[in-house]
């Protein structure tokens, strides 16, 4: 029910993870059952307990108007649910409200033990709350039952549609989202928008409707959501109530089937199933403490992404920033996303300080490269080299940086995990990530084991290497579940901001000072040209920072390069096309040898390729003499070689 209350501004930038639930008081009887109240923050709290629990101890979540329509309430607690409800009035679903809500939610699963998905009840507005934390949290909803739920506050309050809204609350949203007219009007997150999430974990809708309902009307709220969530796959219901007496300009109607709409909550919500904890597959190590201070104190940080496809695509990086900004609202926040498709850790190593450090002093750095060092084929040792050059050359560019490493899930990972094997690449992210005390998650672990516990299968739910919108989602809630414990030890004080001491190296010849160097350093026979805006337009796809920029290139066999350079390690970047040949390579007029540049994804990508020479060279001056063979792979059309950058480590 929609209920105007006396205009009041509520806009708390608070932080949900300093929201304190205060100590517990049993306060009596709501309706024959125990009723538990306390507070998160400053919002009234409480949760009812069943006579008998059910097993796992399933809840339902009210999320607004708790006293009307408590029928259901009482059949599912007499069936051994328990009921919960933390009142966040006049905050329309707003980041704070959200930020309540997770608090409470954190409370109920990890004091009280209840289970850990809910089963949400929203009324009226209350679809606003209850919607905004669904698709903030997919996989903690069994179900949603909704009651002439408003799903777009343009609908209500705010009098874009058929509906006549209200002025007042209209005015009162917009303080409380901290909008202007405009913003509000454009806002792109209401609960009938961004369903892809939601959808992808089937969360079953049931919207109870009043067909005539003129203040939240069906076709801009329920209806719209319905259309919208069954195209992305979505489980939803529609049951209109037609039985009188339609109040309240039919927003109000009787209740006659209760225990069908308890039904709906109770068979998608028990048994209880079993759910692995998102802490078991990530470690806090020294934790976040000068992130946390940035962000906390200093109110100003940044924050870079880097690593290949499943980085640069759209899903858990943009979830992060969102997941940042919405719960530090004061906090000046610049990202830098530095995912490139089909980089690994070699890659990362040599790019890290033009793509991430030269942006600036970044105090939080993501890392993920274990995908693709299988696909790459890059061998242990220079894995090792690889990341713990990215960590030293973060750690040297700013003492107060912290750096997370990810393990990605694919099915080579999963196959070794089946086979009892931990995979070379999660081992190598481990070892770095436990020598300079930093956070790592090993999602790969993650989803082999929840596959295992039968919570999703790979085909319908993951569905590839470059995970669907599910698989975003659960790398997402484990990433914010370690920032929510690296936080809260950081605010209780268990680490403090300090600026790093690197440990010894554990590779004597890691690329601490990995970096590109120019390929006009090239000294080059005739048959080598330099194109300083290099497109192939042969229709063939690119990756974006490989095209449209210098390339030193000859297709002639025959063609000869002689580079100068002075460091321990030495390779190129290569545009591995359709006509990449073989190239023989000498360093120092020791033997040469032969790579063969052609990849299995040539024939239809420009693909970026990173090629190592030499990793553990004297320090000093080296020369690298390159030729291009006579030969190719059978697959390739021509002896080319297309060089984007030279690697050197210094």
Avoid at 25 to 51: C, L, S
Avoid at 416 to 427: A, F, H, M
Avoid at 428 to 456: C, D, M, Q
Avoid at 565 to 583: H, L, N, Q, R
Wanted: aromatic letters at 12%; one cysteine or more.
């Amino acid at each position: 029910m929609i209920i105007k209350f006396k205009y009041l501004v509520i806009f708390i930038a608070a932080l949900s993870f300093c929201v304190k639930a205060k100590a517990q008081t049993t306060t009596g009887k709501w309706n024959g059952f125990e009723q538990v109240n306390f507070t998160i923050g400053a919002h009234k709290a409480y949760y009812v307990k069943p006579a008998k629990p059910l097993p796992g101890n399933p809840w339902v979540w009210r999320a607004s108007f708790a006293d009307w329509h408590i029928e259901m309430d009482t059949m599912l607690l007499s069936r051994g649910f328990y009921i919960a409800y933390v009142s966040v009035d006049d905050q329309y679903g707003s980041p704070y409200a959200m930020q309540v809500w997770d608090k409470f939610y954190q409370y109920l699963t990890k004091n009280i033990a209840l289970a850990p998905k809910t089963s949400l009840e929203a009324v009226s507005r209350g679809g606003l709350y209850a919607l905004n934390w669904a698709k903030r949290n997919p996989d903690k909803v069994n179900c949603i039952y909704a009651e002439t739920p408003v799903y777009d506050f343009k609908s209500w309050p705010g009098n874009k549609g058929k509906g006549p809204g209200d002025t007042t609350l209209w005015k009162q949203l917009k303080q409380v989202y901290n909008f202007t007219e405009q913003q509000a009007i454009s806002y792109k997150d209401n609960p009938i928008d961004n369903l892809e999430g939601l959808a992808s974990f089937k969360v079953p809708v049931m919207n109870v409707i009043g067909l005539d309902d003129k203040l939240a009307p069906p076709a801009e709220n329920s209806l719209l959501f319905a259309e919208r969530y069954i195209a992305l796959g979505g489980p939803v219901a529609t049951y209109p109530v037609t039985e009188g007496p339609q109040e309240l300009s039919g927003h109000h109607f009787p209740l006659k089937h209760a225990k069908e709409f308890a039904d709906f909550i109770y068979y998608n919500s028990y048994p209880v199933k079993s759910v692995l904890p998102y802490n078991k597959y990530y470690t806090v190590r020294g934790g976040l403490p000068n992130f946390y201070n940035a962000v906390t104190v200093r109110k100003q940080a940044t924050v870079g992404f880097l690593g290949g496809s499943i980085t640069f695509n759209p899903g858990w990086r943009d979830k992060v920033c969102a997941f940042l900004k919405e719960n530090y609202p004061q906090t000046d926040f610049h990202f830098i996303a530095a995912g490139i498709p089909s980089l690994g850790s070699l890659a990362h190593t040599f790019r890290v300080q033009r793509d991430i450090l030269d942006s600036g002093k970044v105090d939080l750095l993501f890392v993920e490269a274990a995908v693709n060092d299988r696909g790459n084929l890059t061998d242990s040792l220079t894995q090792v080299r690889d990341l713990e050059g990215i960590v030293r050359q973060a750690k040297k560019s700013n003492p107060m940086m912290e750096v997370i490493l990810m393990s990605l899930a694919d099915g080579d990972k999963t196959g070794d995990y089946t086979k009892g094997i931990t995979p070379i690449e999660i081992k190598n992210h481990e070892l770095v990530a436990t020598h300079y005390n930093s956070p790592s998650i090993n999602l790969g672990r993650e989803v082999y084991e929840k596959i295992k516990n039968n919570e999703f299968n790979w085909n319908d739910d993951f569905k590839d290497i470059h995970p669907a919108h599910f698989g975003q989602e659960l790398y997402f809630a484990t990433i914010k579940d370690l920032l929510f414990a690296a936080f809260k030890e950081a605010a209780d004080s268990k680490h403090k901001p300090t600026a790093a001491k690197l440990p010894a190296l554990l590779n004597k010849a890691s690329f601490e000072n990995g970096t590109y160097y120019n390929i006009t350093n090239a000294q080059t026979d005739k048959t080598w040209t330099l194109d300083k805006n290099w497109d192939p337009k042969d229709g063939l796809s690119t990756r974006p920072g490989y095209i449209n920029v210098p390339v030193l290139y000859s297709t002639q066999a025959g063609g000869t390069l002689t580079l100068p350079f002075t460091g321990t390690a030495v390779g190129m970047a290569i545009a591995s096309g359709p006509d990449e040949g073989i190239v023989s390579y000498t360093i120092d007029g020791k033997t040469y040898k032969d790579i063969d540049l052609f990849t299995p994804y040539s024939t239809w990508l420009h693909i970026p390729t990173y090629l190592l020479f030499e990793g553990d060279l004297k320090r000093g001056k080296h020369t690298l003499i390159l030729k291009i063979t006579p030969n190719k792979n059978n697959a390739s059309n021509g002896t080319a070689c297309h060089i984007v950058y030279f690697l050197v480590n210094k």
